[in-house]
């Protein structure tokens, strides 16, 4: 499913911490990796044959790593801004993944989000993983700590039943038939959308959607997954998600980047933004087919 994947590096060691937990996404066929740096000097190009030796001794540290894992790695790197750059980059080379970290070279336990990554979640058309550092700032110098983890161990879905989160489940149909056998089906009533006028009615809207959740367990127990369970909550989508996920034992979130009322070019949902933007987990956004 990921055969090739576009690491985005900064040579930080955010991005190091990243590049460790690589190996986790061997499972779903990962053998290839386009491990890219962009420069961002946007209408300096003539500057890259500057610049790119300078950067070129720690990419390569980077690749003789990942090569130690096994992958087969190819370096690239690019002018311009990181976030244009890294989605050409995974188009050019067909690649079936983006993954990068949440935070860079500046790392704050302040900063929910870094802007490279917003901006490349933001206008992938190439399903993203975001991967957290955590950070430990209560030495004498700001550091990462280890962040690897068994993606697939136990996975949490959002679903609003759209379009693009149906898109996300075949995601999730992949990942079971690749050996994941934990996964926690998640789907929030909307409680600004119920209240006042349609609260009467809660109890069916549960009746249906629990309907249409145990119709997707039963799809993943005939690929194989052992443990699925269903979780059907009530408040706002953006707190109740990231609540729930902080609370379990989860190691992975799987959604789609757009609910319902997508409309075309549209920027990431804001659902899924405040997700990446708050958890702690690592998260699979999966953009809508275009």
């Known amino acids: ?20 937990c690589l190996h986790g996404l061997k499972p779903l ?7 890219t740096h962009a420069l ?5 190009e003539e500057l890259q ?43 050019k080379n067909n690649a079936s993944l983006i993954v990068l ?18 901006e490349v979640l933001h206008h992938s058309r190439h ?25 697939f161990r136990h996975i949490l879905f959002i679903t609003d039943f759209s379009e693009t989160a149906e898109h996300a489940f075949a995601y999730i149909e992949k990942i079971v038939q690749s050996g994941g056998k934990h996964v926690t089906m998640l ?11 349609l609260k009467d009615r809660l109890e069916e809207f549960n009746r249906i959607d629990r309907s249409r959740l145990e119709r997707m367990m039963s799809r993943l127990k005939e690929l194989g997954a052992t443990e699925v369970g ?29 609910g319902r009322g997508f409309y075309g070019n549209l920027f990431m949902g804001s659902i899924a933004y405040h997700v990446v933007r708050n958890s702690a987990l690592p998260t699979l956004l999966i953009p809508p087919i275009r």
Do not use: N, W
Request: net charge negative; aromatic share 4%; charged share 20%.
């Open 1 to 20: 499913m990921f055969d090739k994947i576009v690491v985005a590096t900064d040579l930080s060691p955010a991005s190091d911490q990243v590049l460790g």
């Open 49 to 91: 044959c500057v610049l790119a030796p300078q950067v070129e001794p720690g990419l390569l540290q980077q690749k003789s790593f990942l090569e130690a894992q096994g992958f087969q790695v190819t370096i690239q790197i690019e002018p311009g801004l990181p976030a244009i750059e890294i989605d050409q980059v995974a188009r």
């Open 29 to 35: 066929g990962a053998r290839e990796v386009v491990l």
């Open 101 to 118: 970290g949440s935070h860079g070279a500046t790392l704050s336990r302040e900063i929910l989000l870094g802007s490279v990554a917003t």
């Open 40 to 44: 961002g000097i946007r209408h300096l």
């Open 187 to 197: 789907h929030v009533q909307d409680r600004a959308q119920i209240e006042p006028h």
């Open 127 to 151: 399903p993203v993983l975001v991967v957290r550092p955590k950070i430990d700032d209560s030495g004498v110098q700001v550091r990462c700590e280890q962040i690897c983890t068994d993606f």
């Open 230 to 258: 269903i979780e059907l909550l009530y408040g706002l989508p953006k707190q109740e998600i990231v609540r729930h996920a902080d609370k379990g034992d989860y190691t992975l979130i799987v959604m789609g980047t757009h």
